[in-house]
């Protein structure tokens, strides 16, 4: 049998990373799993108080994206510390995070903190990635796994809305065009990726 190619290890058979099986479950009632949910249900309120955000000020809306920034770094650890890793987690952590950001984006440069040509980059990227990576789910049952680029990429653009919100300019566009960078670097890899594995399977 021919092996498969070391450069397409990344991608996982129905797990969320090919060294995790054994902790691998069909729960979705899990600690990760609602953290990550909450951030879905957090995610009305904070855009109502951005669309507002003239009358409530940004204190809500900094306090609700805090939290949904705290529970973004927790899911993943918890997942493993706890053994509660699922096809469930491993789905939709990644699906809510790009709707968390796009949404945010989205408002913010409508409301005129970010420019709305910068928020294209990361809508086409999300866009592209959902996309293919079905694909690659439902024809070889296989998920995957993020990249180190494509972890830290939701980060940069927190943090650029953040100093959006706060008014400081040149931060923000600092982290803007870092967040940019980011946003198409992984999108070529993650591209790249998908394109070996069709080649491969094909």
């Known amino acids: 049998m021919k092996k498969q190619p070391k450069d397409t290890e990344y991608f996982a058979k129905r797990f969320h990373s090919k060294d995790e099986k054994n902790v691998y479950s069909d729960r979705v009632l899990t600690v990760p799993n609602l953290l990550t949910l909450s951030r879905l249900i957090a995610l009305p309120p904070l855009l109502y108080f951005l669309g507002y955000i003239e009358s409530f000020g940004t204190a809500p809306a900094l306090a609700l994206g805090?939290?949904?920034?705290?529970?973004?770094?927790?899911?993943?650890?918890?997942?493993k510390i706890l053994k509660q890793i699922s096809l469930v987690g491993a789905l939709m952590d990644p699906v809510v995070d790009k709707i968390v950001i796009n949404s945010l984006a989205i408002v913010l440069a409508f409301k005129g903190y970010v420019p709305i040509w910068?928020?294209?980059?990361i809508f086409v990227r999300?866009?592209?990635?959902?996309?293919f990576g079905l694909r690659v789910l439902l024809d070889y049952d296989k998920l995957v796994t993020p990249t180190f680029v494509g972890?830290?990429?939701?980060?940069?653009?927190?943090?650029t809305f953040v100093m959006s919100l706060l008014e400081l300019d040149i931060t923000k566009w600092i982290l803007l065009g870092f967040s940019i960078i980011l946003t198409l670097t992984s999108g070529i890899i993650y591209f790249a990726r998908y394109k070996n594995l069709l080649k491969l399977e094909k």
Request: charged share 10%.
């Open 66 to 79: 805090g939290w949904m920034l705290l529970s973004d770094l927790l899911d993943g650890a918890l997942a």
């Open 126 to 131: 999300d866009l592209g990635i959902l996309i």
């Open 118 to 121: 910068a928020v294209i980059p």
């Open 151 to 159: 972890r830290v990429t939701p980060l940069f653009w927190v943090c």
